[in-house]
């Protein structure tokens, strides 16, 4: 079958800059896409933490230590309070938690007497 009319002519290119190469524009997208939708790493924010409670950088070693020292004194006198109020296996378990108490408490204070001393 013969065509009465000929094919219409190739339409002008919008393209402001002449032709295009379909591979320039793609790599031109992907770049822009990767500039907005994926975060530098070396600007990426810290995570945030899970822990709850946390000790603040830069407290001198001996503030620290007299903390730690008034805590297990604390914890000392409130299991101990505890035991005396229980009885049988249960007391001697109190009793067992608070003689470790007791020996950490030994322990930050000798660590506590040799930061005063500058030893």
Known sequence: MIKETPNPPKPAS??????????KL?????????????????RSEPKPSV????????????????????TLA???AMLNDLAFDQDGS??????GVAQMIEL????????LDRVELGT
């Open 90 to 95: 249960r007391r001697h378990v109190a009793l």
């Open 14 to 23: 919008t393209f402001p800059y002449g032709d295009y190469a379909p591979e």
């Open 74 to 76: 604390s914890a000392n």
């Open 26 to 42: 793609q790599e031109a997208a992907d770049r822009a896409l990767d500039h907005y939708l994926k975060p530098d790493d070396s």
């Open 51 to 70: 822990q709850l409670f946390t000790v603040a950088d830069g407290i001198d070693t001996e503030v620290l230590l007299a903390n730690l020292s008034e």
């Open 104 to 111: 950490g408490m030994l322990l930050a204070n000798k660590c």
